[in-house]
Structures are given as C-alpha cells and as structure tokens.
C-alpha cells in the first residue's frame, strides 16, 4: 500500500506569505533523494530551490509552473512507501536540474510546537488531525489559503495567406495530459498551463524536459518563441539566451511576432496585438511597495556634486597590477564604496534608520552596504555584511560575488536584509547621475553617475578630465541639510584625491 507524504510550501523569507513555482525539477514517477531539489519558486525577493524533505518516488505535482501558492499549501505528493520504485526510463536523483545543495531535510514539526498554536490555519479551525504540519524555514509561521494562477500571455499572430491576422493557441504537446484541478486550488482559478513539450530528438518522458533558467524562459515568452521547438547548445542540453534569439531571429524572417511594427502604414486593431499585460508579482511587486512606502514616508531630499574623477580613475588602473587584486575585477564603484564607508566613520548619524514605534533613531556602528542591481526580475538591493570591517582586495571580492549572485537570480534573503545603507550605480546605464529613492530602514543612498571626458578647470588651466556627478538622497527626519552636505563634500573630495581616504581612515 502506498504512502503518500505532502510537501507544503515553506516560508523561505522573513514573514513571506505566497511564492510563484517557477520550474519543476522533477515529474510524476521520478525517484527521488532527501536533499534533491524539487522546485524553483520565486519570492517577493529572490528565486529559491526547494530540496525535497522526503525519498521515495514523485507522486503528483499539485501546484503548476506559473502559479501562485500561498505559504503552507502542499505542491507535491511524494510516494514513501517501503518497496516504491520509480517506472523503467524514470530520471534518477540530480538528472534534471541543478544538483542538490548541501543542506539538512527538512523536518515536519509536530503540532502543538507550529507557530502559532492549534489554531493557526487548519481549515477545519484548528484540527490537523490525519496530517503533518510543514516546518517553517524562515518567520512567523504559515498560513494556509488559496492558489492563483497565472494568466496566459499574448500567444503569437500568425498572418493567414489572405493577409487577415489571427491568434493562434498554443499546441499541446503529443500525449501530455491536460490540466486537472488540485484539491487545493479555488473552484475559480484559471486552467493551468501544458507541461512543457520535450527537447526536440529527446527521448519521451519526464526527463525529457525542457532545461532553460527562468531569464530565458520569460525572453522565449516575450519574443513568441516555443522553447519546445529548440535544440539547447548549453550545458546538458540547456537553452541559453542566444538560442532563444537565433530562434526569434528566424521567426522575424518567417513571419509577424507581437511587438511594435514600424513603418507598416497600418495596424492590427486586435487587443492582443496591441497591448501586452504583465502580472506584477515576486520581486517587482515587492520592489514597488517599498519603493512607494519609501517615498512616501521619509521626506526625501537629495543634493549633488559633480568632481573630478581623474586621479580615481588612475588610482584603479594602477591598482590592477598589484598582486593582491590579481583574478579581481577592480572598478571605480570599489574607491566609490571605501570613500562612502570613510565618510560614514566621519558622519555616523548618516548610516542611521528612523524607528516610529519606539521613536528612536537607530544609529549603527557597522555597515552593510547594499548594492542596488537591476535583474531579469527586477531591481534588488543585496548587501555586502559589515564591509566597513573588509580590506581593500576583499571589498572588491565581495562586491564582485554579490553581483553575480544577484545577476544570476541566486542572491538569498539573507543577502536582501539588514542593509544600512546603499550605493546605486545608475552610470553604467550610461547616464550622469538621478534623484535615488532611499531603501526602507535607511537614512542615505548615493547615486554614483556615469565618468566621461569634460572640460574642466584643473590648476589654473582649462583641461579634459575625467568628470561625474555624485546624488546623494537622505531622510530629512534624520539628516539636515548640513549634514547631508559635509557627507557628500567629504566623499567627493576622496574621488578627487584617494590619498585622503588613508589620511581620513
């Protein structure tokens, strides 16, 4: 007789209450291993893998790719009992996907020790009788409810031989099942998406799954391309970006894909066509409320100063031939943050935070200076931990780690809390400088601008040199117009003459 074990969404965050399932690691009938991973989800602040608590054999994924489940909702049911065995040509553990990370299982927790008591979330008000309570990896406890799904992008147009437009719905794939309700989705959710067709000239069956990270699927959905359809040239057999591009390229040559059309003289009347809607969710829904609550709760003010960048720029290329910075990406942004660091030393209150409870202001002794970085999900400000304590050559190992972490959609909630101040680096966007939003919890924020060649009057003569504009954005509560200027002065004058930051320091 089979055993069937129900793995409930967990609170991977801080007081999380509902994640998006981005990609399934494993398919019904596949063996699976204690620490395997199952399933990407993505959060209001990161992507996560879940690795499975249990070993035995995939029963049912009770949640699809693309659906929204609320934090204490099972996902999959996972067959445990003595003797299960996967079907013959079923994948092994770690064939598809990442391997699994080196972590404990997670553990059901009995239920008189669930946050929140007896009577927190059982649907029958308070009995879990007949089934486990999920552990809670991170905060407050869980809270069981519902699961939406996403709704459908704009399906590609395909233009008929008379020249009249059409859309046509996706096909699915030979032999996939179609999609049935879940016992724990609402009577009024919409139908879930087909699973995903296999690699073409790949064997038939779960392991056969499309492999492409979440980035290249959402390119694959806005240009109109199946992935289904594509050969990956990545490791495995994984599609990357530019298979998704040569695949949209040869689409554009055979025929209209949605978007804008130029110098057509005409336009499709049709909705579709002519408007995309995009579901705010995850990390820009997250993004965005705190962006509004900052800037409608700190009474921003923000000056700036534009300095001569030459003797930095120097100061970075020479340190890139010194031993200590061998194999490290060594960037202007590095003197950027050590003088920010100086001038916080020099101006405590400026790494501060207002508490309205306890009407306090919290001034901090150390610095976790976060980095703001734009990624295929949104904008995210992880945050390097007590950088005021790091030398030189290892500041610049950590800002180089937390950039390919958040680029690579791998940076974790740990990495996206507890900042204490940040640094926007809006020029590589090739603009001078912008007017940064404070990061909630914060006092200050500096917007480092692009460098460029300007005219500029240096020792009493007119001369090109290397010239950016510094912002910097306090919270008005804490930080007056004094104090903000002297911090900005102090950080200037350091990117005109590095030398200072040793005699400040």
Known sequence: MSELKQFKLPDVGEGLTEADIVKWHVQPGDAVAINQVLVEIETAKSVVELPSPYAGVVADLLVPEGATADVGTPIIAVDISPGSTAPAGASEPGMVGSPAPKIEPLAAAPADTTAGGPDSGAPDGGSAKGEERQAVLVGYGVKLGTTKRRARKTTPIRTAANGSA????????????????????????????????????????PAAAVL?????????????????????????????????????????TAGPVPGLVLGTGTADGSAAAREERIPIRGVRKHTAAAMSASAFTAPHVTEFLQIDMTETMAATARMRAIPEFAEIRVTPLLLVARALMVAVARHPMINSSWDEDAQEIVVRHYVNLGIAATTDRGLIVPNIRDAHALSLPGLARALAELTERARSG??????????????????VFGVDTGTPILTPGEAAILAFGRVRDAPWVHEGQLAVRKVTTLALSFDHRIVDGDLGSAVLRDIGA???????MLAWS
């Open 166 to 205: 059409s859309v046509v719905a996706p096909e699915r794939p030979a032999g996939s099942p179609a999609p049935t309700a879940r016992p724990t989705a609402t009577a009024t959710a919409t139908a879930a998406p087909p699973m995903a067709a296999p690699v073409t000239g790949a064997p038939a069956g």
């Open 212 to 252: 492409a990270k979440p980035p290249v699927r959402k390119m694959a959905r806005d240009l109109g391309v199946d992935l289904a359809t594509l050969t990956g040239t990545g490791p495995q057999g994984s599609i990357t970006r530019d298979d998704v591009q040569q695949a949209a390229t040869g689409l554009a």
């Open 494 to 500: 350091m990117l005109e003459d590095p030398l200072r």
């Open 410 to 427: 791998k940076a974790t909630p740990s990495d996206l809390r507890g900042g204490t101040i940040t640094i926007t680096n809006v020029g």
